[in-house]
C-alpha cells in the first residue's frame, strides 16, 4: 500500500481529565496518521477516547483535560504547545471541524448567514460584498436550495439536515486541508444521513481535503473510508485498510464489534449475535495490560502482564493482540 | 461490574457532595449548633431569662454575665438562649406551613393542568403581587399577635415560590419515560404523584425551605423589633433589639449580641441553602 | 393480538407568526393487525408517527378517530377491571435507560413496582420474584439494592425489560430499546429480547430507525412515512424485494457493514415535510423517484399484493 505523504501525524497522544484527586485517562498512547486527501475512518464506543482525539487536534480540550503526553504534527508543524492565537489560526483555517448535534453547535441568536461569514471574516479579510457571494456560494456548494433566502434564516428555521449542511459549509469555508467529522449523521435519519455522507464524499473530492470520519457506526465506515482504526479505552486497538479490516479483522474486539451488528459478514437474520460480553470499562477502571481482557474469549494470563503493542500482524494490517499471530 | 455495588443512594451522595464544601459544613454546623442550643436552652442558661435584678443593671459582659445584663439586669447570653428555640419555632413552623401548602397546590397543579392549574397559579399572582411584609402587618393589626399567628401568617403568605417550584418540577417529570412506565405498569394518579413525582421534585424543595427558614426568622425579628412579633416579657431576638434601641446609651452589648445571632443564624441557613443547591446540580459529576 | 382500524391521531398546535391553529396529523388513517407470537416493526424516520402509534396502542394516548382493539375489544370501552387486566398483559421497553427509570427508587422496587400494583407478590415473596427476573435479565441479584445511576446503559435497559416482564405480559411494546446503547451492548440486549420472546412466547412490537436491527429481528415489518403506513410485509421479503420506493430508498441509505456490498445509494432528495403541511396526494410523492400522474392529488390505499404483502403506491399492484 502506497502512502501519501502523512497530512496529520499524531504520535503517542495521552489525553486526561484531571478531576479532584483523580486522573481520568481518556486518550492512552495513540498513534494516527492521515494522509492528504485520504479517509481514514475512527471507530469506537462512547468513552473510547475518539471525540477527545478530534478536540485535541483542534487544541479544544478544555478543562480540566490536558494533552499529558505526544505529538500532533499537521504538514509537519507541531501543533501540542501552541499558544492560543496560533492554534485559533490554524483551527477552521487548516482544519474544519463537524459536530454530531447540529442544534447546539450552531448558536441560536445569530442567523446562518451571520455565522457563515464569520468563519471567513476570521481567517480571511473581505469585503462586505465578497463575504456574501461565498456564502451563497458556500451554501450552493453543500446543496442547500435557495441559498440566498438561507443566509437570513436562524438554525431553528431549519431541519436537521440542513442545519448539519450549513455546519459543513462552516466547516470547508476556508478551504482546510482536514475535516475532522464526529458522528457527523448520528443525529439525523438515514435518508438524510446517506445525503449528507454522499455530500462529505463530493466535497472531498473536490476541494483534496482529507476527512477523519469519527463514527461507532461501522456500516459508515465499511461505505465511506479507505482506512479504519479501531479505538478501544483509549488505545488503537487495530488498523488496516477497510477492505482488509472487514474480510480479517484480527483484534478480538473488532470481531466483536462486527459480530454485533445485524448485517455484517456472516450473520443471519434471526441468529443471535456474536455479543461482546460486559460492559464498556469506565475510564478509570480500564483493566492492566491488555484493555480488551476481562470481555475477551482468548484471554490468557500473559494478557495482564503488559500493553501489547500495535505491531504489523497482516502486510498494512496491524493489532495490537498477543493472541493474533504474525504472519507478514 | 457484577459483585458489590456501593450504596449510593440519592442521600447519602448530598451528604458526599456537601461534605467537600466547607461554606456548606459551616452553615451546618451554625444550624445543628443552634439547634442543639434550642433544645438544651433550660439546662444552658446560666440565669432566668426574666429574671428582674436592680442591683445587676447594664453590666458590661463578664465573667458573671457573660454577654452582660440589660436595663433591667436580666442577663443578655440567658436571654438570648431562650429567644433560640422561639426563632427556630417561627422558622420551621412557617416554613412547614409554606412547604405544605406550596407543594400540594404545585404537585396537582402541575400534575393535572387544566382549569385547577389556572386557577392555582392565578392565585399565586394575586399573592406575590401584594408585599408580603405589608400583609403581615394588616393582618397583625386585625388580630392579637402572637408568635403563633406569627408563623401562621408567614407560612401562608410565603408558600407562592415553593408551589411555582413545585409545579415547574412536575411539568417538567410529567412527560418522562419513568413516569410513563408506570403508568404502563398500571399506577394510578395517586402514586404516580407520590412515588414518582414528588420525591424527584422535593429536592428543590429543600434548597427553599432552608432559605426560607432563615427569611422567617428575619420576619419573625423584624416584627418582633416593631413590637408586633413576639411580646415582651418572653425574649426573642428582634424585641431585645427593640428594647435596646429604647436606651442606645445603654451599652452596645444589648444591641451586638442579639443583632449578631440573628445574623449569624441566617448566615448559617443561608450557607446551607447554597451548599445544597449547589450539591444538587446535576451539571456538578460525582466522579 | 391487537386490530387497529383506521386509527388517526391529531394534535392542535399553533404555530407561526400569528400563533394560527393548525392540526399534526402525527397517525393518520392506519390499518394493522398485531398477531399473537409475532415479532412486529414499526420502521420510519423521525416524525413517521411510529412512536405515537406506541402509545395509541399503549392505552396512554386516545385516537382522534378510529378503534384501537386488544383481543377483540375496544381499548377505551374497557370497563376498569378490562384495563388493568391490559396493563399486566402489555407492557412496554422505553429507548432511553437514562430516562426511563425512577433515579429515586432502586432496583428491586422498580422492578417490583408491577407486583405491588397488580397485587402478585408481596414482601419476602416479592423479592425472591424480583432477584429471579434480574437473574433472567442477566443482572446479579445484589442489583436490587442498587439505584439506577450505578449502571451503565445496557444494565438499566435489563433493569427496564425485568420490570416489563414482572407482570408477566403477553405483549411487549418495545420502542427503540437498543438504539441508545453502544454496538456491542445492542448485540446483547437484542439477544436478551430473542431468548425471553421464545421462552415466554412474547408477541412483539418493535419499534425502531435501524433497518439492520429490524431485519435481524422480525417476523413482519410496517413502514410508516408521515403518519401513513406504506408497506407491510414479511420481513424477509421487503428487505429481499421492497415495492414501495420509500422503502427502496429506506433500504438503500442504510450503510452495510460489509465494503464488498459497496454500493452508491439512490440517494433520496429533500427533507421528510412537516406533518403539519403534508403535501397532497401520496405523501411521499415529492420526493419519490417514480411518481407520475395520480400521485400528487390521489391518495394511495394500502392493498393487498400477493400473499401477505400490502403496499401502498399507485406504481405498484
Sequence with gaps: ?328 | MSGAYRDAGPWRILWRRLQRNPQAMAGLAIVVGLAVVAVLHPWLAPYDPAGVNVRQILQPPGADHWLGTDELGRDVFSRLVYGAPISLLVGFVAVGISVAIGTVLGCTAGYYGGWWDSLVMRLVDLLQAIPTFFLILAAIAFLKPSIWLIMVIIGLTGWMGVCRMVRAEVLSLRDREFVMAARVQGAGDMRILLRHLLPNAIVPVLVSATLGIAGAILVESSLSFLGLGVQPPQPSWGNMLAQARDNLAGGWWNTVFPGAAIFVTVLGYNLLGEGLRDALDPKISDR | ?317
Design chain 3, 1 to 317: 393480538m391487537f386490530e387497529l382500524e383506521a386509527v388517526t391521531r391529531h394534535y392542535a398546535v399553533r404555530q407561526g407568526p400569528f400563533r394560527t391553529r393548525a392540526v399534526l396529523r402525527a397517525v393518520d388513517g392506519v390499518d394493522l393487525a398485531v398477531h399473537a407470537g409475532e415479532t412486529l416493526s414499526l420502521v420510519g424516520e423521525s416524525g413517521c408517527g411510529k412512536s405515537t402509534l406506541a402509545r395509541l396502542v399503549l392505552r396512554l394516548e386516545r385516537p382522534t378517530s378510529g378503534r384501537v382493539r386488544y383481543r377483540g375489544q375496544d381499548l377505551w370501552e374497557m370497563d376498569r377491571d378490562a384495563v388493568r387486566r391490559f396493563r399486566r398483559e402489555v407492557q412496554m421497553v422505553f429507548q432511553d435507560p437514562y430516562a426511563s427509570l425512577n433515579p429515586r427508587m432502586r432496583v428491586a422496587q422498580i422492578v417490583g413496582e408491577g407486583l405491588a400494583i397488580h397485587g402478585l407478590a408481596r414482601g419476602a415473596e416479592r423479592d425472591a420474584r424480583v432477584r429471579e427476573l434480574l437473574e433472567q435479565v442477566g443482572l446479579p441479584p445484589e442489583a436490587a439494592g442498587a439505584y439506577p445511576h450505578e449502571f451503565s446503559g445496557g444494565q438499566r435497559q435489563r433493569v427496564g425489560i425485568a420490570r416489563a416482564l414482572a407482570v408477566e405480559p403477553r405483549v411487549v411494546v418495545a420502542d427503540e430499546p437498543v438504539s441508545a446503547l453502544d454496538v456491542s451492548v445492542q448485540a446483547q440486549i437484542l439477544n436478551l429480547l430473542q431468548g425471553l420472546r421464545e421462552d415466554r412466547g412474547l408477541t412483539y412490537l418493535f419499534i425502531s430507525h435501524d433497518l439492520r436491527v429490524v431485519e435481524h429481528i422480525s417476523d413482519r415489518v410496517a413502514v410508516m412515512y408521515l403518519g401513513r403506513l406504506v408497506e407491510l410485509a414479511p420481513a424477509a421479503d421487503l428487505f429481499r424485494e421492497p415495492l414501495h420506493p420509500y422503502t427502496r430508498a429506506l433500504l438503500d441509505a442504510v450503510p452495510v457493514p460489509d465494503p464488498d456490498r459497496r454500493r452508491e445509494p439512490r440517494v433520496l432528495e429533500g427533507d421528510v415535510p412537516s406533518p403539519i403541511a403534508p403535501p397532497p396526494g401520496c405523501p411521499f410523492h415529492p420526493r419519490c423517484p417514480d411518481r407520475f400522474e395520480p400521485c400528487d392529488h390521489r391518495v394511495p390505499e394500502l392493498r393487498p399484493t400477493g400473499t401477505a404483502r400490502a403496499v401502498a403506491c399507485h406504481r405498484c399492484g
Design chain 1, 1 to 328: 500500500m502506497t502512502r501519501a505523504e502523512p497530512l496529520l501525524q499524531i504520535e503517542n497522544l495521552q489525553v486526561s481529565f484531571f478531576l479532584p484527586g483523580v486522573e481520568v485517562p481518556a486518550v492512552r498512547g495513540l498513534d494516527l496518521v492521515v494522509g492528504a486527501g485520504e479517509t481514514v475512518g475512527l471507530v469506537g464506543e462512547s468513552g473510547c477516547g475518539k471525540s477527545v482525539t478530534a478536540l485535541s487536534v483542534l487544541g479544544l480540550v478544555g478543562d480540566p483535560g490536558r494533552v499529558k503526553a505526544g505529538s500532533i504534527r499537521l504538514g509537519g508543524r507541531e501543533l501540542v504547545g501552541l499558544a492560543p492565537r496560533e492554534l485559533r489560526a490554524v483551527r477552521g483555517r487548516q482544519v474544519g471541524m463537524v459536530f454530531q448535534e447540529p442544534m447546539t453547535s450552531l448558536n441560536p441568536v445569530f442567523t446562518v448567514g451571520y455565522q457563515l461569514a464569520e468563519a471567513l471574516t476570521t481567517h480571511f479579510d473581505l469585503s462586505r460584498q465578497e463575504v456574501r457571494d461565498r456564502c451563497v456560494g458556500l451554501l450552493r456548494e453543500v446543496g442547500i436550495p435557495a441559498p440566498e433566502d438561507r443566509l437570513g434564516a436562524y438554525p431553528a428555521q431549519l431541519s436537521g439536515g440542513l442545519r448539519q449542511r450549513v455546519m459543513i459549509a462552516m466547516a470547508v469555508a476556508c478551504r482546510p486541508r482536514l475535516l475532522l467529522a464526529d458522528e457527523p449523521t448520528t443525529a439525523l435519519d438515514v435518508t438524510i444521513q446517506a445525503q449528507i455522507m454522499g455530500l462529505l464524499a463530493r466535497l472531498r473530492r473536490e476541494l483534496g481535503m482529507a476527512v477523519l470520519l469519527i463514527t461507532h457506526d461501522l456500516g459508515l465506515v465499511a461505505q465511506n473510508v479507505g482506512r479504519v482504526v479501531v479505538m478501544y479505552a483509549g488505545h488503537a486497538v487495530e488498523e488496516a485498510a477497510t477492505a482488509d479490516l472487514f474480510a480479517e479483522p484480527l483484534h478480538p474486539y473488532t470481531r466483536g464489534l462486527l459480530g454485533s451488528i445485524p448485517g455484517a459478514p456472516g450473520t443471519r437474520p434471526g441468529d443471535r449475535l456474536r455479543a461482546i460480553p460486559g460492559n464498556v470499562p469506565h475510564p478509570t477502571r480500564v483493566p492492566s495490560g491488555c484493555p480488551f481482557r476481562d470481555r475477551c474469549d482468548l484471554a490468557v494470563d500473559a494478557c495482564a502482564d503488559t500493553l501489547p503493542e500495535l505491531e504489523p500482524k497482516r502486510p498494512g494490517h496491524r493489532a495490537r493482540c498477543l493472541r493474533v499471530d504474525r504472519r507478514v
